[in-house]
């Protein structure tokens, strides 16, 4: 699954929100309910930053197979699934594509009126407009250095360096 784009909402005053019709698309069909409806079936729960995950639950059922795994003998491991489930409930869209956030989440998020959607990967965070322009709004430079950082490759990047270290080209350290 690769959800991307960015979609503006309005949330109504109990707290639901409809979700795109562009964002929807990309995911697979709706399942069908007990009651015969079909709804798209996710999860939410509190972001790493001030936002709410939505993943939907193929997605979901496979981190907690991941986090089912973890050794909870573990202190940090038991810490990590505690604050991971904190705040998780299931959501099914309704007849109107519309899924109900808990007040509890809405407050730890800052959402009240408006929100922002931001599919990524394989789930879409839910960001205040005021804390998703505030991280929106980071210098180019240090995007550039943060892009160096994870994918320029070295120590602590995910990529591989292109062509052969100085090292190697020369023999020894420097030039």
Request: charged share 20%.
């Amino acid at each position: 699954m690769q959800l991307i784009g960015e979609f503006q909402v309005a949330l109504d005053n109990k707290g639901r929100m409809r979700l795109p019709t562009a964002l929807l698309r990309q995911l697979s069909a709706p399942t069908a309910t007990t009651d015969e409806q079909s709804g798209y079936e996710f999860v939410v729960n509190r972001g790493f930053e001030k936002c709410l995950t939505l993943y939907p639950k193929p997605v979901w059922d496979a981190i907690t197979i991941k986090l089912s795994k973890l050794n909870r003998f573990n202190d940090r491991n038991r810490m990590f699934i505690r604050s991971f489930y904190l705040g998780a409930y299931p959501v099914t869209t309704d007849s109107a594509d519309r899924i109900l956030l808990q007040k509890p989440l809405m407050d730890y998020a800052g959402l009240q009126d408006d929100a922002i959607l931001v599919a990524m990967d394989d789930r879409i965070e839910i960001w205040s407009p005021d804390s998703y322009q505030s991280l929106a709004s980071m210098d180019s430079n240090a995007f550039a250095d943060l892009a160096n950082q994870v994918m320029g490759g070295g120590e602590d990047g995910a990529g591989a360096q292109d062509g052969p270290s100085l090292d190697a080209l020369f023999g020894h350290s420097g030039i």
